[in-house]
């Protein structure tokens, strides 16, 4: 009995350890990204705030789960004030045996502050019931008549004047190649959403489609 209780005790205190350890390997990987994000900042005339922040756009996540900025970044390109932020919220679900989980979900926001006055749009792909839906007939509010970018992707916006005019020959070919980002715009500011964490090896080129998305849609700035 005694040996079991040893036993017992020397496996706690070994998941005790590894736990420590699993969490200071976490903190020093979070030192590394960063001191990196810092460096690329510094090099890119950027500056970058850490902690959560009240920015103009965080209402626009309000229907995730302990939605939260772990640092974000801002410049100047071209012109065109731009955000990048490292955020990221919960999920929760239940396993087999009715015990709750949650699993963090990371996400890139990068944000371009347009110049002059922009409607609201949101532009996104369709899930699995909004084309089951649609192949049954049921058609969207807002739709721009071609019918294969129709099928694949959702446009909500209260100025259906707003979708023929900002989704050019050009920009609804990208989305059809896959090579659009969905994206939305919101009081001006046009916002991209990508999984995955923000580091400098991603800042880049999320920056260059967030340009290239704005120059298509008309910014003269970029």
């Known amino acids: 009995m005694l040996f079991l209780l040893v036993l017992a005790i020397g496996g706690i205190a070994a998941v005790t350890v590894l736990a420590v350890a699993v969490r200071r390997a976490a903190a020093r990987a979070e030192r590394r990204l960063r001191d990196a994000l810092y460096a690329w900042t510094m090099t890119s005339g950027w500056q970058l705030y850490e902690g959560d922040a009240a920015t103009s756009w965080r209402h626009r996540f309000a229907h995730l789960s302990r ?5 974000l970044a801002d410049g100047v390109v071209h012109g065109l004030p731009m955000t990048a932020a490292d955020c990221h919220y919960v999920t929760h679900s239940t396993d087999a045996q009715g015990h709750s989980q949650t699993h963090t979900v990371n996400l890139i926001v990068l944000v371009a502050r347009l110049p002059g006055r922009w409607p609201d749009i949101d532009v996104r792909g369709r899930g699995l019931g909004s084309r089951f839906l649609r192949a049954l007939g049921h058609q969207s509010a807002v739709e721009i008549g071609h019918a294969q970018f129709d099928q694949k992707f959702r446009v909500e916006t209260a100025d259906p004047r707003a979708a023929y005019a900002l989704l050019s020959p050009a920009l609804v070919d990208a989305h059809l190649r896959g090579q659009a980002p969905q994206w939305s715009i919101q009081g001006g500011e046009l916002m991209i959403v990508e999984q995955g964490r923000l580091d400098p090896g991603r800042i880049g080129p ?6 290239w998305l704005a120059e298509t849609l008309g ?3 970029w």
């Open 67 to 71: 939605f939260q900025i772990r640092r």
């Open 206 to 211: 999320a920056i260059q489609r967030l340009g």
């Open 219 to 221: 910014v003269r700035t």
